[in-house]
């Protein structure tokens, strides 16, 4: 077999004597299909038919790259890569595609080299499907741009799995590609100088498993290529555009899944993220060293997170579902289902804070290994939406450092002891906070007027989302507010026809709904109170 060394010279030698410039001009006929066999091939064949096929990518003979070529290996087999495509562009119509063929388990693309399994420089419209790609001690594929943007890059059907970092290493290397971050996919590194975008990238249908992160999109956040602004006026980023990730399966892994970075118009939807985040990240005296979580925005502007299940997070400093980070705007989750993670929400705003994100119909349960906060820092949130939530069995929930917000529909079930905690100035800085529903907590101050009473789901099973669903006798049912959006559905599926507060949008389902007695409201409202109390004096003297 070629060393990976071998096989990187023949592929970078191709790149630079065939650009894009003049693909089309080589050939008459649009593709040609190579074959790779490493069970039967032969590198003195042609591996223009499967009968004729290579054993090794070293044996390639070709004379140029065109759009529509196709480079399939064949099932069964496993293939050493490591290379480097620069410039290899196909046409939206006629991508180059790199895939399997045959049948037998996923041909599999690996290098044993602390490497990328496959890196794409300055590359457009290119497939690679149906493949599994592993690198033990290195990572993924790498899309980056040096001269130009890259467009129409598609992933679809790939199985990523064995690029692990010991999961208490702390946060991944993002400088140098999927390799040191070991990632599954890396677009572009952070930070970075180069000012042309990834854009229309697609990732679908594929899985993630046992690797330190899966995908992570970077981008420029200024000219001067720094990872940090010194203020915000030197904010001046290039957005990646068009980012698709649907019907994706992310489990079992060190650290984060998605991390959205500098995109606008981004859309995260119908992806599983089960049991990332697991490095729990403390050392021997039990300090924090660093912080992941599962699906983050980081820079981004218009996008959104929705139809995906989160769960399992360890990480004690973050492990949210819910992560505006570092100035996003105008971004969103809904229809989020979140369980067992370290907290719902901490969002992280910089500079002037971030500017009309929202966090719509998600239901949020056992989140409660820290304390869940609307904002930290002073800069805040401003225009927040956080509304129509199911929230049940939560630790301590902050609301805090928020402008201009509306929190609204909520229903907030906390667990024995818990807190809601609150800037008292809430109402003066312009945020409205109506019509929640708050049960085995005291109703905090600036929501006063809010119901605290039992919420009236049709269950009380955890592990069953339909258990939140409402009763038809909930007093919830027609207690929410309008609230003015796009929104036709709940976090059901259903069609809303009804203002209720939660998650569910309907007229209730027949339940049995047990109201509290006189002497049971009172008992709970008196344990409350102490539980606040005491939460008050240990933060004092602590």
């Not at 119901?451 to 207690?479: C, H, Q, R, Y």
Request: charged share 20%; aromatic share 10%; with cysteine.
């Amino acid at each position: 077999m070629k060393s990976t060394k071998k096989i990187l010279s023949v592929l970078l030698a191709i790149s630079f004597l065939f650009g894009c410039m003049g693909l089309m001009s080589y050939a008459e006929d649009i593709g040609t299909t190579y074959y790779i066999d490493a069970l039967t091939g032969d590198d003195a064949n042609s591996g223009l038919s499967e009968s004729d096929a290579i054993k090794t990518i070293g044996g390639l003979k070709m004379t140029t790259v065109s759009a529509g070529d196709e480079f399939l290996f064949k099932n069964g087999g496993r293939y050493e890569c490591g290379f480097v495509l620069t410039d290899w562009c196909g046409t939206k119509e006629n991508p180059i595609v790199i895939s399997s063929y045959g049948e037998g388990e996923q041909a599999i693309l690996y290098t044993d080299a602390a490497t990328d399994v496959m890196k794409l420089v300055d590359c457009s419209y290119i497939t690679i499907s149906d493949v599994s790609v592993t690198a033990p001690n290195g990572g993924g594929i790498w899309i980056d741009t040096v001269n130009k943007a890259s467009v129409g890059i598609t992933i679809d059907n790939v199985y990523f799995y064995d690029m692990p970092n010991g999961k208490v290493n702390g946060r991944s290397d993002c400088t140098s590609g999927a390799a040191v971050a070991r990632a599954a996919v890396m677009v572009k590194s952070f930070p970075n100088a180069s000012r042309c975008p990834v854009n229309d990238l697609t990732i679908s249908n594929c899985e993630v498993y046992d690797i330190a992160n899966g995908f992570i999109i970077w981008g420029s956040w200024n000219e001067t290529g720094a990872a940090w602004c010194e203020s915000e006026d030197d904010i001046d980023p290039v957005f990646n555009k068009g980012l698709l990730i649907t019907n994706c399966y992310l489990h079992d892994m060190d650290a984060e899944a998605i991390l959205i970075g500098m995109c606008d118009g981004a859309l995260v939807t119908n992806c599983r993220m089960i049991d990332c985040c697991q490095g729990e990240g403390l050392d021997e005296n039990g300090e924090i060293q660093f912080f992941t979580a599962a699906c983050w925005f980081w820079g981004s502007v218009n996008s959104t997170v929705q139809y995906c299940e989160i769960a399992g997070q360890k990480n004690v400093g973050d492990g949210m579902t819910v992560d505006f980070d570092s100035y996003s705007h105008n971004c969103t989750y809904q229809y989020i289902y979140s369980h067992d993670n370290m907290r719902f929400v901490c969002n992280n705003p910089n500079y002037s804070g971030h500017h009309g994100n929202t966090v719509r119909y998600c239901l949020s349960i056992n989140d409660n290994g820290g304390r869940s906060t609307t904002a930290v820092g002073s800069a805040g949130e401003h225009e927040l939406n956080f509304y129509n939530n199911t929230i049940i069995n939560s630790a301590e929930f902050q609301l805090k450092n928020m402008y201009d917000a509306i929190v609204a529909n909520n229903i907030f079930v906390m667990q024995d002891g818990a807190t809601f905690a609150y800037d008292l100035d809430m109402i003066s800085r312009g945020n409205t906070i109506t019509n929640n529903c708050y049960y085995n907590v005291m109703t905090p101050l600036v929501d006063i007027t809010s119901l605290n009473t039992v919420p009236g789901f049709a269950g009380d099973d955890t592990e069953d989302i339909m258990s939140f669903v409402l009763s038809k006798d909930s007093p919830l049912i027609g207690a929410g507010i309008e609230i003015e959006d796009d929104i036709t559905t709940d976090f059901y599926g259903n069609e809303i026809t009804s203002n209720n507060i939660g998650c569910y949008g309907g007229n209730g389902v027949d339940a049995e709904y047990k109201a509290e007695s006189t002497i049971e409201r009172l008992i709970r409202m008196i344990k409350n109170i102490f539980q606040t109390i005491i939460h008050e004096i240990m933060v004092i003297f602590d």
